[in-house]
């Protein structure tokens, strides 16, 4: 019965679980601050070619061989 309230006592003293949720925790939101990112930056570059691409006009009138 002793070794056994030891187990618990020791087992509740031990951080070894909330050490890890907390690192999952943090992961999580390193994950979520990634996505946000990317996503942004893949509008802002999309809306950025786009306007590019507006702006370049084909040449008109031009000749068709050398």
Same mark, same amino acid.
């Given at each position: 019965m002793r070794s056994m309230t030891k187990s618990?006592?020791?087992f509740l003293k031990a951080e070894d679980g909330p050490t890890a949720v907390e690192?999952?925790?943090m992961l999580a939101l390193i994950?979520?601050?990634c996505i946000a990112a990317i996503t942004t930056l893949g509008s802002? !570059?999309?809306?950025t070619f786009s306007f590019?691409? *507006? !702006?370049?006009k084909p040449?008109?009138?031009g000749? *068709?061989?050398s």
């Open positions: 618990l006592v020791s690192y999952a925790v994950i979520v601050v802002n !570059a999309n809306s590019v691409g *507006s !702006a370049i040449p008109t009138g000749s *068709s061989g």
